[in-house]
């Protein structure tokens, strides 16, 4: 988890309400994914950055997710509206070293 | 497809051996991952092997890689309490910076 902030790290919210995510890496990760983990599942990707450039994008329910990354450093999730089913913990992560990814402590949502 | 599989669940007793073991399917895979997540958090990356490495030993970490049979396992030599957790078999597709996670073993220790 290290380098990687994540914020808030638990949100509730009510249905067809918007919520917004925070990833905040240290600098110098040129790549950075979005992840979603449902209970007792993998994460699963939803989208991945080099740098400001979404290059994998096909896993994003695009009709009410976005996400973006400004001058390449952080980025935001947000879903608007949320619904039931988006409770999950989204991962931010980045990678290190030799191809190997670096994962932030995650938000936990919980959408009523 | 693409596809990661691993047993839900696994218990052994404070100071054996635990082994964990992971199925997958791309033969192409450049790198396999072994991640630990410990509840509330993120995913803690524990060791990874190459695709042309059979084994690899990190202190009390063993990690076994079959090729021919799309096998890997990790291998924990005299588990502790502090090892419960939940452990993430993935693997590296060459054709894309894509990785696919397993479900994941939940590793319980008893006394």
């Known amino acids: 988890e290290a380098g990687v902030v994540q914020s808030p790290r638990y949100k509730i919210i009510e249905k067809k309400q918007p919520v917004a995510f925070w990833c905040n890496p240290i600098s110098g990760h040129n790549t950075l994914y979005w992840y979603l983990q449902n209970l007792g599942q993998g994460p699963e990707l939803l989208i991945r950055y080099e740098n400001e450039e979404a290059v994998d994008d096909s896993q994003l329910p695009k009709d009410r997710f976005s996400a973006e990354r400004l001058k390449g450093v952080d980025s935001t999730l947000k879903i608007q509206p949320a619904e039931l089913g988006d409770s999950a913990v989204y991962l931010c992560?980045?990678?290190?070293?030799?191809?190997?990814?670096?994962f932030g402590p995650g938000t936990r949502l919980l959408v009523l | 497809g693409e596809d990661v599989e691993q047993s839900l669940f696994l218990s052994v007793r404070e100071g054996d051996s635990s082994v964990i073991n992971c199925t997958y399917t791309?033969?192409?895979?450049?790198?396999l991952y072994w991640y630990k997540q410990e509840p509330g958090a993120g995913l803690q990356l524990l060791t990874y092997?190459?695709?042309?490495?059979d084994m690899k030993q990190d202190q009390r970490l063993t990690v076994l890689l079959n090729k021919k049979d799309k096998h890997l396992s990790l291998r924990i030599a005299d588990t502790q309490t502090g090892d419960s957790a939940i452990y993430f078999c993935?693997?590296?597709?060459?054709?894309?910076?894509?990785?696919?996670f397993g479900s994941g073993t939940r590793l319980s220790i008893r006394p």
């Open positions: 993935a693997e590296r597709y060459s054709s894309a910076s894509k990785i696919i």
């Open positions: 092997i190459f695709s042309n490495m």
């Open positions: 791309d033969s192409s895979s450049t790198y």
């Open positions: 992560a980045v990678v290190a070293g030799e191809e190997t990814q670096y």
